[in-house]
């Protein structure tokens, strides 16, 4: 695979009018003026979490409509997936919210490349000293005048066009956590300064990825001098006007503490969880384990809570190739959540109301495919213990249930 620096547009396809854009995400201009309208205290509801450290974490959860419409945007503009993929070509060391990357080998077999925190610590796997870097705030400090700048002078969309795309991205000004567009924008925001940046570092010998706003530059020298990549980063955003977290910036070396990236150990040839994190894996299975023994609690919801969670935690020893992988997860899959006779009943009105909405206009709508999923994994629990209810139950599914297409 060859290194790409640079951004780029993937497509000869321009978006030359706003009949095109509405073309292009298969909406309707009723629905886009329902969007225009709406005012900026309608277009999101905003929620407050307190985050582990202590401080507030503010999301915007976005109107119906404008949902789908950015949706729409993620799938058709940003998403370079399929002979239907979206217009931005991604350089190599860009991780995080954008799609695997699709390569060909010399048999011209479609390969995927992951862009997960896994692939991304993969660079730096080997090096002896490490530079982390963290942008403060990211979306909030992403103006709408970058974020415009990303549309016009990367996708070469004309002026009327971006504005409109800006304005269904943004909200008072800048990029909000919560918008379904925002972190292709974070992604893309550097477009035309990143590249060169990583280039120069790259001559120095050492090795660059951003997963979001975490960028980390690693060196295969020990006690290497990160001054000279830190005021390149440091110039690099002071140009999109983004603020460095200080707090955030470290440099390690292999000589004195072990090297992580992105929570894996990158002291050897591939990633590796720390050894207290596969510990604390271990243990959750074991709990789960004596968990199921109560025949009452296996059939409750917080149970298959606890399963889930457990089960993603052994998926991560898959992702990263772990030896015990195997082992515990034939262990969990053995101690699976079962149903009881009040699943029958939550399935079936489930499914009632399914085949209500099925006939009205409620069936166009992104919330009611995801309920479909949802009664779909309701049957795949149900079916374990009530297999002739289960597959009776699914035959009424299947006849309502719309393709995923029609909601990309």
């Not at 201009?29 to 401080?55: A, P, R």
């Not at 795309?165 to 893309?188: D, E, F, P, W």
């Not at 090795?207 to 979001?212: N, Q």
């Amino acid at each position: 695979m060859s290194y790409k620096y640079d951004f780029g547009k993937r497509s000869k396809r321009s978006i030359g009018s706003i009949a095109k854009l509405i073309a292009v995400l298969d909406i309707t201009q009723k629905e886009l003026d329902i969007v225009n309208l709406l005012t900026e205290t309608q277009k999101y509801k905003k929620k407050e979490t307190v985050k582990s450290d202590g401080t507030v974490r503010v999301v915007y959860n976005p109107d119906k409509t404008l949902r789908k419409i950015q949706r729409r945007i993620n799938k058709r503009i940003f998403n370079q997936r399929g002979n239907k993929g979206g217009l931005i070509s991604w350089p190599n060391y860009i991780y995080g919210s954008i799609p695997n990357t699709p390569q060909y080998n010399s048999n011209q077999k479609n390969l995927d490349f992951s862009k997960d925190y896994v692939a991304c610590a993969a660079n730096h796997c080997g090096s002896k000293s490490l530079l982390k870097m963290d942008i403060s705030d990211f979306f909030d400090n992403i103006h709408s005048v970058h974020v415009k700048s990303v549309f016009t002078d990367l996708l070469k969309i004309p002026d009327d066009v971006s504005d409109l795309l800006t304005a269904l991205c943004c909200l008072k000004g800048n990029v909000v956590q919560g918008a379904l567009t925002s972190s292709y924008i974070a992604s893309a925001v550097l477009f035309d300064v990143e590249g060169d940046v990583v280039r120069r570092l790259h001559f120095k010998g050492l090795t660059y990825t951003r997963l979001v706003d975490d960028i980390t530059v690693s060196s295969q020298k020990l006690n290497y001098e990160f001054t000279f990549a830190q005021n390149l980063i440091a110039d690099m955003l002071s140009k999109k006007d983004l603020p460095i977290n200080l707090n955030k910036t470290i440099i390690s070396n292999c000589s004195t503490e072990e090297l992580i990236v992105h929570g894996l150990r990158v002291n050897f040839k591939e990633p590796r969880l720390p050894s207290s994190e596969v510990s604390r894996i271990r243990a959750s299975v074991k709990h789960l384990e004596l968990l199921s023994q109560d025949s009452i609690y296996r059939v409750s919801r917080d149970y298959r809570k606890s399963y889930d969670r457990c089960l993603g935690r052994v998926n991560k020893l898959g992702r990263l190739g772990h030896k015990q992988h195997a082992t515990l997860l034939t262990r969990v899959l053995r101690i699976w959540p079962l149903p009881n006779k009040k699943d029958i009943n939550l399935a079936s009105n489930l499914i009632k109301k399914l085949e209500g909405w099925h006939l009205t206009t409620k069936a166009d709508e992104y919330w009611y495919y995801r309920l479909c999923n949802k009664a779909h994994s309701e049957l795949n629990i149900l079916q374990r213990s009530y297999s002739k209810t289960a597959l009776s139950l699914r035959k009424r599914l299947k006849n309502i249930t719309p393709n995923r297409e029609d909601y990309l």
